[in-house]
């Protein structure tokens, strides 16, 4: 083993087993700048100039993990030194401070210099930096985004040359750990769609499949964030190309044309397919939880493009796509019986009820039926039980009562009682992934945890009526609000990174740390005002009350945290996950 992996003392000392170090400090990871260990001290070149403590973290044990997860630890290992490399070439492009971010106004000759010019050529990044966040991309996020497919065997140079659009919204997807570098390649993003649609009205398939990769990966965007226009922008390639129907049905000149049009239609395939199915996620997914209007509406060709991909089965995610759309018409049926569609339903739960039994059971029937072979699918896992939820909230809290009061029936009892028990298989089931595997969850996974855990956290509170005690409370202290609530603050707060970007702005983790801290203590004020007694249920983990944890995030009126219940609002960017403490609303996730 080489003196470079040791530490000085390891190294001078025989009898200590030597313990292999890994060849970057801390303060050089961190920055993303290559490190150079002096050869007189323990301490690399950059760390001895700025006096600072040089630190080398023990490396990770070969032996354990699965063959995957190694692969996924090399592709970061050679992503952050192809980075490193990069440094200086991203250093003399990064926007200065004083100037607006929004793009900059080009002359023709500036714009025809750099029309054909890519990242790679522009020297921000190299293109082994490029290869390694692509295969980095593949392994890692992908799975969460069944809708664009690149195959194992479509080498990095084959995306660059023949979907420009692609390339460029992977590598910026694919970039969550350099949140400045990530950020210019955003604007590269923004300029390269304004031109190709825009300036030069393209509607090409690239352009829509990168559309659909920037939209599902929206919470790393500079803010505001934008995805519900880039949706729009997707949607509007698919209906002008006609791809919503079959290609036998895509008549370029019905009712307007005087001769007939011979061409055949144009057709990608199994990938138009499966962006069709994605657009239409997209859209009922967002629109329904943040009660928008859905501008994709399911129409019988969706369920024809999921038979068909389900039937050939090229690739493995393709089995999914018929499930996770079947998944989302019962999430759309669902919001149907919302007093704001239905308000003739929530007159009295004797009319209410046969509705909520029958979603119920429908429900019970898809975990029986689908999720059971999906039972370790992060996407269907997460959708399902966000369905679950959806129809305590509308069977609870849509129901305007006087004074915010609740009656509690025994179909509002049942209705709290499935809440508790999908609330605690939710985050059993987050919880339990890998450490940082929210840094590849989708926009829409976003929403999802964030609409769960707030209503969570609704339900806990609601749980501790002293008239339901002896119902729920052996539920609601399984569910344990409290320990979650710790627990997703610990491991949000281990991604936020002490970077800034052009504008000194932090990124999307920072901001959704501060605003999980909101919750906890709207949730911990809440639960400080429940009589002693109404705890015996409760173990002291449950009801613990830590004033560090729970610090007041910001001046708030006591009086305005106890009237409201947390409300959910039609906002959809993640910069609002939680928005700011309003005395008419309480605390609410959104998204733009």
Known sequence: MSDSSMTPDESSDAATPQIPMVKTCQNCARGKIRCVRSADSGSCQRCRRLGKECVFREARSKTYGSRRDKRIDILEEKVDQLLARSEAAT??????????????????????????????????????????????????????????????????????????????????????????????????????????????????????????????????????????????????????????????????????????????????????????????????????????????????????????????????????????????????????????????????????????????????????????????????????????????????????????????????????????????QFFQFYLALPLRSETVFNNTQWVQAGFCLTLAAKLSVAASDSSIDQQVAKLRDSLDMSLILQKVILRVQALVSPLVDARGERDVFYHYHNRLKRLQWWYETQMTQIPVQRQRHASPTTMAYDPILTARPSPVLTEDLQAQWPRLLPDSTIDDLFNEWNPNMGIYFGFE
């Open 91 to 424: 250093s003399k492009r990064r926007f200065d401070q004083n100037q607006p971010y929004s793009s900059p106004s080009r002359s023709p000759a500036s714009e025809s210099q750099c029309a054909n010019k890519d990242v790679v050529d522009q020297g921000i990044l190299s293109m082994e930096a490029a290869n390694a966040l692509i295969d980095a991309y593949k392994a890692t996020m992908m799975p969460n985004l069944p809708f664009v497919i690149l195959p194992s065997d479509l080498s990095t140079e084959e995306i660059r040359r023949t979907r420009p659009v692609v390339f460029l919204t992977v590598l910026t997807a694919a970039l969550y750990d350099n949140m400045p570098l990530q950020r210019v390649l955003e604007e590269q993003v923004k300029s390269t769609i304004s031109d190709r649609m825009v300036f030069k009205g393209e509607i090409s398939f690239d352009l829509l499949q990168g559309l659909l990769i920037h939209i599902a990966w929206s919470q790393y965007h500079s803010r505001p964030r934008r995805f519900s226009q880039y949706l729009h922008l997707a949607t509007s390639i698919i209906i002008d190309r006609r791809l919503d129907r079959a290609p036998g049905m895509r008549l370029w000149q019905a009712r307007v044309g005087i001769a007939e049009n011979g061409t055949n239609p144009v057709c990608w395939g199994r990938d138009e397919q499966r962006a069709v199915i994605g657009c239409y996620y997209f859209s009922s997914s967002i629109s329904r939880i943040l009660q928008k209007l859905s501008t994709f509406p399911h129409t019988p060709y969706i369920e024809d493009c999921c038979q068909s991909l389900a039937a050939s089965s090229i690739c493995p995610s393709d089995l999914q796509l018929l499930h996770i759309v079947h998944l989302q018409q019962l999430l759309e049926s669902i919001d149907h019986l919302s007093p704001q569609n239905a308000s003739e339903l929530h007159s009295t739960d004797a009319v209410l009820e046969p509705h909520f039994r029958k979603m119920k059971a429908e429900l019970d029937h898809f975990r029986a039926d689908s999720l059971t072979a999906f039972a370790h699918n992060q996407f269907l896992v997460m959708q399902f039980h966000t369905a679950e939820l959806y129809l305590c909230q509308i069977t609870l809290f849509d129901r305007k009562t006087p004074n915010d009061s609740m009656v509690w029936s025994s179909l509002h009892v049942e209705a709290l009682s499935m809440g508790l028990v999908a609330a605690r």
